[in-house]
């Protein structure tokens, strides 16, 4: 059964970086699309990158700050974020889905999150 876990978040100052990362277990992200979403306080869930049968999607006001990118063995995505803004502060989380083939329930997921805060 998959499993999502994300790390890396942490407090930084305006213009840092930070890198998260989402681990797969029991599946691997060659079988799943996977995106990145973010929730700030009283704020809806918003999209903030996609990883979609290899073609990789931004949300407007991260591109060319963040990117997504994942490890050779296809168990872990990260999500590079450079010159962070306070706008970035928010909890963090990854979600999966089947990529085609064969298909499990458990594809459709969700990882706890990583808390990002962005202040001076």
């Known amino acids: 059964q998959l499993q999502l876990v994300e790390s890396g978040g942490g407090l930084v100052q305006p213009g840092d970086s930070l890198r998260l990362a989402c681990a797969a277990s029991?599946?691997?992200?060659?079988?799943?699309?996977m995106a990145w979403y973010r929730q700030a306080p009283k704020k809806e869930r918003e999209f903030v990158a996609s990883l979609i049968n290899g073609v990789v999607q931004y949300k407007d006001s991260v591109r060319g700050r963040f990117a997504v990118s994942g490890d050779n063995a296809k168990t872990t995505v990260y999500l590079q974020m450079n010159n962070l803004k306070p706008e970035d502060t928010a909890m963090y989380r990854c979600?999966?889905?089947?990529?085609?083939?064969?298909?499990?329930?458990?594809?459709?997921?969700w990882g706890p999150g990583t808390q990002v805060t962005v202040s001076s």
């Open positions: 029991g599946r691997t992200f060659r079988d799943l699309n």
């Open positions: 979600h999966t889905w089947c990529a085609g083939g064969e298909c499990f329930s458990s594809d459709n997921a």
